[in-house]
């Protein structure tokens, strides 16, 4: 049996050239020994509430229908979910998990004399699949404080390549910073020619600052924008694999040939029941989970621990040394948290769980914090 633990011993050279989600490269964080039983994972940004009930209820139902490939409901389930969105069906692609839209589009839009150009530190999935499994080129501008990227560098990076995909996480994994809203304006009517603005929209539903603004909007002005989004994380299902890209009807067909395939109907049935009572599920799930955030901040802030100010399902907590110490020490006390992510090197990243999971990752980050 492959466990969380014994995964990690796969190694990634022979996963090079598929884009993997964020589970895969928490396993980074080679969690090693014999772990407690009781083991809380903060380690890969999931939502520890995971489906709606009505998302179980409904992949119970469609279960013992499985033997079917049931095609002739994704035309409606298309429907359904660029409605959600105010997009038309022909602005979105589906996928497993926003991985593979992500992975399409770098397919789709990079070449030899195309890079990838981005922030440094980054989700790793685009850049570790543009660089090494496609062999493109990739620009890193690296993140200064307050971890907002600049714009300009990025065009002007984007102008002397002679076009290219800007990636940017909105908000950023690791450094849960977004880029504010007029910066993505500028961007967006800057935009060199031949260059795409790829928006990975992973942890949008958690911001909490008017600074944020979804680029949704600019796909429905038929920008060149490509924007992913994911039922991953706000809503809890990241074994399931759901997630779709939302673009020009033209961009969509040029990625829609790098898409594996239609998602698992079991998974279809629990998207659809969470968009049908989404309006009630996402206020609630964001207003606790900026309620936990929030906490943790003060908790940090009343011992002087510096952090950058999270709008993420997580946060960069500066722990003012190497943070590979704690990343090792504390699952030893049962607790795991973010693998690293150079060149921050001294800020440890940890998922925002439940009440109870935080009040263990408090106390055992201050054990190893005062040791
Ligand atoms: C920023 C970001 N984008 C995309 C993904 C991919 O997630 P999924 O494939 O589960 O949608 C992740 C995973 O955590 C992520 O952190």
Request: glycine letters at 8%; proline letters at 8%.
């Amino acid at each position: 049996m492959l466990t969380r633990r014994g995964f990690a011993g796969v190694g990634f050279a022979a996963l090079a050239g598929r884009m993997l989600p964020e589970a895969a490269y928490a396993q980074r964080a080679a969690i090693q020994g014999k772990l407690p039983a009781d083991m809380v994972w903060l380690n890969a940004n999931e939502n520890p509430d995971g489906p709606p009930r009505s998302s179980i209820e409904a992949m119970t139902k469609v279960l013992p229908e499985g033997g079917r490939y049931h095609y002739q409901e994704f035309r409606d389930f298309y429907e359904t979910l660029a409605r959600s969105e105010d997009l038309a069906p022909e602005q979105i692609l589906v996928g497993a998990g926003s991985s593979e839209v992500l992975h399409a589009a770098i397919d789709a839009f990079t070449s030899p004399t195309c890079p990838l150009i981005t922030v440094a530190p980054t989700y790793e999935g685009p850049v570790e699949l543009a660089r090494r499994g496609l062999g493109r080129n990739v620009v890193q501008v690296t993140l200064e404080p307050p971890y907002v990227p600049d714009v300009k560098k990025l065009v002007a990076e984007a102008d002397k390549a002679g076009g290219g995909v800007i990636y940017l996480c909105n908000p950023n994994n690791p450094t849960s910073s977004v880029t504010p809203k007029k910066d993505l304006a500028w961007m967006v009517d800057n935009l060199p020619p031949k260059t795409m603005l790829l928006i990975d929209e992973a942890y949008s539903h958690f911001a909490d600052t008017p600074d944020f603004e979804s680029a949704l909007g600019y796909v429905r002005q038929g920008k060149n924008v490509v924007v992913t989004r994911t039922f991953s994380k706000i809503y809890g299902m990241a074994g399931l694999r759901a997630g779709f890209g939302c673009a020009s009807p033209e961009l969509i067909a040029r990625m829609a040939p790098f898409r594996n395939n239609v998602i698992s109907i079991v998974t279809e049935r629990a998207v659809l029941a969470a968009l049908a009572e989404s309006k009630i599920l996402i206020p609630e799930r964001r207003a606790k989970f900026i309620r936990v955030r929030r906490e943790l901040c003060d908790w940090l802030r009343d011992r002087a621990v510096p952090y950058i100010e999270p709008q993420g399902n997580f946060m960069m907590i500066d722990v003012g040394r190497d943070a590979r110490e704690f990343i090792s020490a504390m699952p030893l006390k049962g607790v795991a948290v973010g693998r690293p992510f150079p060149p921050l090197n001294n800020f440890l990243r940890v998922t925002i769980g439940t009440d109870s999971d935080m009040a263990k990752f408090r106390e055992v980050f201050w054990s190893v914090y005062k040791s």
